[in-house]
């Protein structure tokens, strides 16, 4: 990573946040985001012109970060309704259980 540029560095901490994503590197992830939230801290409110190119590489990189991101959540939330479902379908089976309004136990 380049110490001297930080627009550079803010496009390769981008890019580095974006590989970790997409991999599913989730402490990784949290490592280089918190670096990146540092340096932007420290940047000025208005970028110089010759920081263009190494933000044009960050804005590309950060939206194959959000790319990445909304995947994983769309899984997560997918996985989250299937063990739900399952649960709900086990519970069929626990003994005892009181019968649902309107409906009697039989046998």
């Given at each position: 990573?380049?110490?001297?540029?930080?627009?550079?560095?803010?496009?390769?901490?981008?890019?580095?946040?974006?590989?970790?994503?997409?991999?599913?590197?989730?402490?990784?992830?949290?490592?280089?985001?918190?670096?990146?939230?540092?340096?932007?801290?420290?940047?000025?409110?208005?970028?110089?012109?010759?920081?263009?190119?190494?933000?044009?590489?960050?804005?590309?990189?950060?939206?194959?970060?959000?790319?990445?991101?909304?995947?994983?959540?769309?899984?997560?939330r997918a996985d989250a309704v299937r063990?739900?479902?399952?649960?709900?379908?086990?519970?069929?089976?626990?003994?005892?259980?009181?019968?649902?309004?309107?409906?009697?136990?039989?046998?």
């Amino acid at each position: 990573m380049s110490a001297g540029d930080p627009y550079l560095r803010l496009a390769e901490l981008t890019e580095a946040e974006r590989d970790h994503a997409v991999a599913g590197r989730v402490e990784e992830l949290l490592e280089v985001q918190a670096q990146r939230a540092a340096l932007v801290a420290e940047l000025p409110a208005r970028a110089p012109e010759s920081a263009r190119e190494h933000l044009h590489r960050a804005a590309a990189a950060q939206a194959e970060v959000t790319a990445a991101l909304a995947t994983a959540m769309r899984q997560v939330r997918a996985d989250a309704v299937r063990v739900d479902r399952g649960r709900t379908a086990m519970g069929a089976y626990l003994p005892g259980r009181p019968a649902a309004p309107g409906l009697e136990r039989r046998g």
